[in-house]
């Protein structure tokens, strides 16, 4: 098998691998299925994964914006770095629900791969952490708790729009991306009562 063929059918396997975790779950997904959706030979996953379970930390660093976090200064302005999360979590989820719902369900369900998740995503929330903390101590922002605060944010990021079970509540077709990026930061930031401009 050439360099190229192997990169393809490694990334076929990826790819189905985070379709079908995502509609089925981890747990409900085999090796075979996994390969039968990528129309490769099942021992392809042990050779070039070592298994499921570092096939799916192989999900995360191919499909999560580790690269894009890596690049973020942590020492900007603390209003930037809200609105640059609230853009770019907003951008994620709208780009890959799969692998969304594939960590969201995981959390939810509390498995052992919480630890491979959170080596991605809690970078990501320290640094929202540290901005809205600095947002307040530099009077920018204003809010009591920071552990409610900074929960109600992620809630809001990350609360599932498309689901079917609000489908009896909605009213809308879903917003583009940059109509729902605009009204999140305008909703989270009068949320922490921020005065300055939107």
Known sequence: MSPADETDVKLRILAAAKSLFAKQGFDGTSIRQICEE???NVALVSYHFGGKE???GALLESYFPNRLLASVD???DPIAGVKLTIREV??????????????Q???????????????????????LHKWMKEGRERGLLR???????FMS????????RKQEYWSVM?????????????ELTEYIMLGLQYQGEL
């Open 170 to 182: 909605l009213e809308e077709e879903p917003p583009d991306l940059e109509t729902m990026t605009r």
């Open 143 to 149: 809010f009591g708790s920071i552990d409610t605060a």
């Open 153 to 160: 944010v992620v809630g809001t990021l990350l609360f599932h």
């Open 38 to 40: 990528a129309g490769a």
């Open 105 to 127: 369900h995981e959390i939810i369900m509390n498995t052992p791969r919480i630890q491979k998740i959170r080596e991605h995503v809690i970078p990501m929330w320290r640094l």
């Open 74 to 76: 942590p020492d900007m």
């Open 90 to 103: 907003t951008a994620f989820r709208q780009a890959d629900p799969q692998l969304v719902t594939i960590i």
């Open 54 to 56: 570092n096939l799916f």
